[in-house]
């Protein structure tokens, strides 16, 4: 995101754009490559929401918070662009305000690598997360990448969401 300093992410929070909507996918590749025709257009509410049950050293990932939206609304599957896009809202709305925080840093991107377009970057995360013990790797010698070490063993039981 461009000029996160002058945008009003609390606004953009709580705009839901008249969503959750499901979209219905015509395009065969897309069908294929996400397993259905419904595709679930979810609000960044709902994302903040399943990020705020995320307790102290558990984590999750987008892709699993997109399975879960699609279940909970009867779609195939969600949008990832969108999902990407509000779950950063997320981290900067919660950056924004003095108080009720959402542990946006519990949030990980595929494989468990952070997210570089968090408030402060992966270095920002990388602090949150090794200050609740979690170990964090790093991969690459020119585009460094990161990740949790073991993330997979440390990630909530989606069954147990509200």
């Avoid at 991107?109 to 990388?126: C, I, S, V």
């Amino acid at each position: 995101m461009s000029n996160e300093q002058t945008k009003d992410f609390n606004a953009m929070l709580h705009d839901s754009k008249d969503m959750p909507k499901i979209k219905i996918i015509t395009d065969e590749k897309t069908i294929v490559k996400y397993g259905g025709t419904k595709m679930l257009l979810a609000p960044p509410i709902a994302y903040d929401k399943v990020m705020r049950q995320i307790s102290n050293g558990k984590l999750i990932t987008v892709n699993l918070i997109r399975n879960y939206l699609a279940e909970q609304h009867g779609a195939d599957f969600t949008d990832p662009l969108t999902a990407g896009i509000f779950v950063s809202i997320v981290a900067w709305a919660s950056e924004q305000r003095a108080s009720d925080k959402t542990p946006y840093w519990r949030t990980l991107k595929k494989g468990g690598e952070l997210n570089p377009k968090y408030p402060g970057g992966q270095e920002k995360q990388k602090e949150l997360l090794e200050a609740e013990g979690h170990i964090i790797i790093s991969k690459g010698k020119k585009n460094i990448r990161y990740f949790v070490d073991g993330f997979e063993n440390k990630l909530v039981d989606i069954r147990q969401l509200k």
